[in-house]
C-alpha cells in the first residue's frame, strides 16, 4: 500500500490474498500498490467494473489472463531501435491473439457498460502482425519463405547437403579400411571422418583434432573442402538474412509498441477487476451498496483475515441518528476486532472488492482516519502515549464533518484518571466535528459519559465468564466489563491478591453509585425544568397569539369607529355652515360684507386631526401613542408604519396615532439608572433554533450590559444542532471574548460556557 494510515487494519494482507487470484505477476504487483481514492465516482466505477466481473464468472465465463507474457521489455527494446530475437518476436505475436481472443469474448456479451469501455480501449495492429505472421511461425522459428533470398538459400543448402551425403557415402565404401569408425561427423560444420592415426595424412585436406582414444584423428579430405566452404558460406548467408528479417520484423513492432504497451496496462487493469471477482467467489462475499446517507450497516459480516471456518460473524449498524460507536469489552475480547471489520469494509468496498457477508451498505467519506496499532518507538523516544497524541494531532487536522475515525483503546499508556478526562474532551471534539467515529476502550468515566450521550451507540463484545474466554459476539445498546479481576484470577495462584482488589473495587463502585445517583438526580430535575420551560413556552405562545389576534380586532375597530366619526363630525359640520351661510346672508343684506363667506369655506374639518402634526415625524422623535400615557422613541418608520420604543418595548404603530413631544432637557447631573443583575445562565433545552437564538441575544445583551464577566448557557445534548446554531452566534457577537464547552462535571456538552469582553 502506498498509504501506511491503514497498516493497523492489515489492508495489505487483504490486498495479499486477493493478488493470489492475480494471472501474472505484473497485475499482482499494481494491486498490491493500489491506493484508497474517496472520489465517489471512482468508487462507484470500481464497484460497477467487480459487479460485471461476477457477472460473468456466474456464467461460466472465465477470463483467462495466465497465458499473457509480460513484453513490455520486448516492446521497450523495439523501441530503442535495438532487434528482437525470435521468441521475443512470438510473444508479441502471441500477445496481439490475446488481444484479439479477449474482445472477441467480451463483444459475445452485451450487458457490460463499464468492462466494455476497458476492452474498446484495445488497439490491434492487424496489418503488421499479418505481415509478422507470415515471416515466423508458432514455434518461433523464421519462416523459409520470409524472403526470397532465405528461400533460395534454404534450396542451394538442401542441394548441397544431398551432394556431401552421396559423396559421404561413397567415401565410407571406398575406403573402409582406413576408418576408425564408418560414421559422418561435423566439426564447426564441416563435414569430417575419423580415421586411424596410420592414414589421417593419406588423403590430404583438414585435420580437426584426435579422437578421445588418442588412435584416431577427425579428418576433412581434400576432395570434401569445396563443398564444405560451400556450406559454410550458404550457412553465413542464411543468418545474415535471418539477422535482416529479425531487424525488420522488430521495425514493425516498433511501429504499434505504444499501442501494446497501453493494452498491456488494460490487462493488468482486467486481471486485478477479475483477481476481485474471483475472491469474491471464494469467501462468498457480496459488493456492499454505497448511500449518500450517513447510515452504515454490515451484516452477518466477516473478518476477512480469519479462517472462516473459525471466524465469528457480526452484523454492524451506525444509523443516521448517531455520531459513533463505543465498543467495550474484556481484553482479548474482540473489539479491536470488531474496530478494523468495520474499517476494512469501507477500505474494501472503495476499491471494489466484495465483503464476506450478507449484505452491506457502504457511506462515501473523505477519510478513513485510524489510529489502532502501537506506535511506541525507542528511534523517536515516543511512549505509547505520546505516539498516540502525535497521530490523534494529525488526524484531527485532517478530518472533517464526512470523515470515518477509528481509534483503538482511547487514552491508552498513562495514568488512567487524566487518560480517561482526556478522552472524554476527545470524545466532546469528535461529537462537535460531525464526523463519524468507531472507539474502542476500558474506561468507565468514558463509558459512563457516552451513557449520558444520545447521539453515541454504546456496544460490547461478549465474554463467557464461566469458561472465562471471549466469544467475540457484538452486542449493540451493551455494556461490557472488562472482567479484568476474573482473567486475573484464572492466571495468578496468589487469591489474596484478588480479594483484596475486590475491596477496593466495591470501595470506588459505592462512590460511583453515589455520584450516579446524584446525576440521576440532577438529571430528572433537568427533565422536570424543561417540562415546565416547555409548558411557559406554549402558554406563551398561546398568549401571544390571542394578543395579535385582539390587537388586529382593535384596530380594526379603532378605524371604523375613527371613519364613523369623521363622517359624523363633517356632517354636523356641512349641516352648520348652511346655518351660518343663512344667518350670514341675511346679515349681509342689512351690511353688504361678501368676504365673510368666502373666508367660511376656507375652514374644512379633517378626517384624521394628526395628520398635520405628523407630516415631519422622523426617526428618533419622542412621541406619545394615542390614548396612552407613555412617551416612547421613534426607532424606524416604514410608509404609514412607526416601530417606537416604549419602556424596552419594541412596538409598531400607525403613524397617525402618534403625537410629537418635545424633547425632555437632559439634567446637567449624571444619572445611573440600577439596572437588575441578569441571571448566571439561561436555559434554552428543548427550544428550536429560531426560538433560543432571540431569547439567547437578548438574555446576553442583559448580562454584558450588569457587568458580568461570564455565564453558562443550557441548551442541552440532543442531536447537537442547537448547540451548532448556539456557536455559530456566539462567534459573530462583537462583546463575546470566548466561549467553550463546560467541564464534565460542570454540564459537559450539554452547557457553553460564554466569557465576556
Not at 359624523?568 to 346672508?585: G, H, Y
Request: hydrophobic share 40%; charged share 30%; aromatic share 8%.
Amino acid at each position: 500500500m502506498n498509504n501506511d494510515n491503514y497498516r493497523g487494519l492489515e489492508l495489505d494482507q487483504v490486498l495479499l490474498n486477493v493478488s493470489r487470484h492475480c494471472a501474472f505477476e505484473a497485475s499482482k504487483e499494481a494491486l498490491l500498490n493500489s491506493s484508497v481514492i474517496y472520489n465517489p465516482l471512482l468508487i462507484k466505477r470500481n464497484l460497477q467494473m467487480t459487479q460485471e466481473a461476477l457477472k460473468l464468472l456466474d456464467r461460466d465465463i472465465n477470463v483467462d489472463f495466465s497465458v499473457v507474457q509480460d513484453i513490455r521489455y520486448a516492446l521497450d527494446k523495439s523501441l530503442k531501435g535495438q532487434t528482437l530475437n525470435a521468441m521475443e518476436l512470438l510473444a508479441c505475436l502471441n500477445f496481439h491473439n490475446h488481444c484479439r481472443r479477449i474482445k472477441k469474448i467480451f463483444f459475445a456479451v452485451n450487458d457490460l457498460d463499464a468492462l466494455h469501455e476497458y476492452v474498446d480501449a484495445l488497439n490491434i495492429d492487424e496489418k503488421t502482425y499479418a505481415t509478422i505472421s507470415m515471416m515466423l511461425d508458432n514455434n518461433g522459428q523464421i519462416k523459409r519463405q520470409a524472403s526470397k533470398l532465405l528461400s533460395e538459400l534454404f534450396d542451394r543448402d538442401e542441394s548441397l547437403n544431398h551432394e556431401l551425403q552421396s559423396k559421404a557415402k561413397s567415401f565410407i565404401n571406398e575406403h573402409s579400411a582406413s576408418l576408425q569408425e564408418d560414421n559422418i561427423y561435423f566439426r564447426d560444420d564441416r563435414m569430417a571422418f575419423l580415421l586411424k592415426n596410420s592414414d589421417k595424412n593419406k588423403y590430404g585436406g583438414l585435420h580437426h583434432g584426435q579422437s578421445a582414444s588418442g588412435l584416431a584423428s577427425y579428418v576433412e579430405p581434400r576432395e570434401f573442402i569445396d563443398l564444405n566452404n560451400a556450406k559454410v558460406d550458404i550457412r553465413d548467408a542464411k543468418a545474415k538474412e535471418i539477422e535482416r528479417l529479425l531487424k525488420l520484423m522488430s521495425s514493425y513492432i516498433a511501429q504499434s509498441a505504444n499501442l501494446y504497451i497501453h493494452n498491456f496496462d488494460t490487462f493488468i487493469v482486467l486481471d486485478n477487476i477479475f483477481a476481485k471477482a474471483r475472491y469474491g467467489q471464494e469467501c462468498d462475499g457480496t459488493l456492499a451498496k454505497l448511500t449518500d446517507d450517513r447510515h452504515l450497516y454490515m451484516e452477518n459480516i466477516a473478518h476477512p483475515l480469519i479462517d472462516k471456518n473459525k471466524v465469528v460473524r457480526n452484523t454492524y449498524e451506525l444509523k443516521n441518528e448517531y455520531h459513533g460507536i463505543l465498543i467495550t469489552g474484556a481484553n482479548t475480547g474482540g473489539k479491536t476486532v470488531s474496530l478494523k471489520v468495520i474499517g476494512l469494509a469501507v477500505l474494501m468496498t472503495y476499491l471494489g472488492i466484495p465483503l464476506p457477508c450478507d449484505r452491506a451498505q457502504i457511506p462515501l467519506f473523505d477519510a478513513v482516519l485510524v489510529d489502532i496499532d502501537d506506535n511506541q518507538s525507542l528511534e523517536s523516544s515516543l511512549s505509547t502515549f505520546s505516539s498516540q497524541l502525535v497521530k490523534l494531532n494529525e488526524l484531527f487536522k485532517r478530518m472533517s464533518d464526512k470523515s470515518l475515525i477509528l481509534i483503538d483503546e482511547l487514552g491508552n499508556g498513562t495514568d488512567p484518571k487524566q487518560a480517561q478526562a482526556l478522552s472524554i474532551a476527545i470524545v466532546d471534539k469528535l461529537l462537535m466535528s460531525s464526523c463519524r467515529f468507531v472507539l474502542t476502550t476500558h474506561f468507565e468515566e468514558l463509558k459512563n459519559y457516552a451513557l449520558t450521550c444520545h447521539d453515541i451507540l454504546v456496544s460490547s463484545v461478549s465474554f463467557d465468564s464461566a469458561k472465562l474466554m471471549p466469544t467475540y459476539h457484538y452486542l449493540e445498546n451493551s455494556l461490557g466489563s472488562s472482567n479484568a479481576l476474573e482473567i486475573a484470577a484464572f492466571y495468578l495462584d496468589d487469591k489474596s491478591l484478588i480479594a483484596k482488589a475486590e475491596t477496593y473495587l466495591k470501595e470506588n463502585a459505592a462512590k460511583q453509585e453515589k455520584m450516579m445517583r446524584e446525576l440521576e438526580k440532577k438529571l430528572a430535575e433537568n427533565d422536570k425544568l424543561k417540562a415546565e420551560l416547555n409548558t411557559l413556552i406554549q402558554e406563551n405562545e398561546q398568549l401571544k397569539t390571542q394578543y395579535e389576534e385582539k390587537y388586529a380586532a382593535f384596530e380594526a375597530k379603532k378605524d371604523e369607529l375613527l371613519k364613523n366619526y369623521n363622517e359624523r363630525l363633517n356632517n354636523f359640520i356641512d349641516s352648520q355652515k348652511k346655518e351660518v351661510k343663512k344667518l350670514l346672508a341675511s346679515w349681509n343684506k342689512e351690511h353688504k360684507n361678501p368676504d365673510i363667506l368666502n373666508k367660511l369655506d376656507t375652514y374644512k374639518v379633517q378626517e384624521n386631526k394628526q395628520e398635520l402634526s405628523n407630516e415631519n415625524l422622523k426617526v428618533g422623535d419622542d412621541v406619545r401613542m394615542e390614548n396612552a400615557e407613555q412617551v416612547g422613541t421613534i426607532i424606524a418608520i416604514n410608509g404609514n408604519q412607526a416601530e417606537i420604543s416604549l419602556n424596552g418595548l419594541r412596538v409598531k404603530t400607525k403613524l397617525s396615532s402618534l403625537t410629537k413631544m418635545p424633547k425632555q432637557k437632559v439634567s446637567n447631573k449624571t444619572h445611573f439608572e440600577r439596572k437588575p443583575r441578569a441571571k448566571k445562565e439561561v436555559v434554552l433545552v428543548g427550544m428550536r433554533v429560531e426560538e433560543a437564538l432571540p431569547l439567547m441575544e437578548k438574555y446576553l445583551d442583559d448580562a454584558y450590559a450588569s457587568k458580568m464577566s461570564q455565564v453558562r448557557i443550557v441548551h442541552g445534548i440532543g442531536t447537537g444542532t442547537l448547540r451548532k446554531a448556539i456557536h455559530e452566534k456566539l462567534k459573530k457577537l462583537r462583546f463575546v471574548k470566548e466561549y467553550h464547552l463546560a467541564d464534565y462535571y460542570d454540564g459537559g456538552s450539554a452547557v457553553t460556557i460564554v466569557e465576556f469582553k
